[in-house]
């Protein structure tokens, strides 16, 4: 179902169609909102804030076709009041307040594919800016370059070199011997 028919069912009041825009588009918030390291708390209250912003503001969407790239926005300008706000707090006070960028995550812990963890650990050395767009650019559902440069804040045509560049550099973390092209074939 189209976002426009998603939306107009959203303001009409179905709660299956509100379900269903969650579900479509639950991943992406998670994945702008994550993107910013926050804490676990900070990232919950941002992915609740936007989905209040969108019960709000559902039926004043000009454009419903770019669902996906209002979410992602809303979620980034969120996280970033978020971050404006605990830039008050004294770096003392925020420190038992932040997520460790290498923490493990739920694939770490639920599976024993060497594959997986190497490129997790290897993803986890990038810089915050390559994990950003790596994220952005595996979205579910999946975003267009103009979306994720807007979300970024960088021109649109720096977005598909800038990716070579971030996979060209998670490759080299990789270690000796493993190529996850090759493996494919």
Known sequence: MEAQELLRRVVDGDQGAWDEVVRQFGGLVWSVARSFRLSSAATDDVVQTVWLRLAEHCGKIRQPERLASWLATTTRNEALRVIRGQSRLSPS????????????????????????????????????????????????????????????????????????????????????????????T
Do not use: H, W
């Open 93 to 184: 006070a925020m420190e038992d307040d932040t997520v460790e960028p290498t923490a493990s995550s739920i694939e770490d812990l639920v599976t024993d594919d060497d594959t997986l963890r190497a490129v997790l650990i290897a993803f986890a050395k990038l810089s915050p800016d390559d994990q950003a767009l790596l994220r952005l650019l595996c979205a579910v559902p999946p975003l267009d370059y103009e979306s994720i440069a807007e979300v970024l804040g960088r021109p649109i045509g720096s977005i598909g070199p800038t990716r070579a560049r971030c996979l060209d550099r998670l490759r080299r973390l990789l270690p000796a011997g493993l190529n996850p092209k090759e493996e494919l």
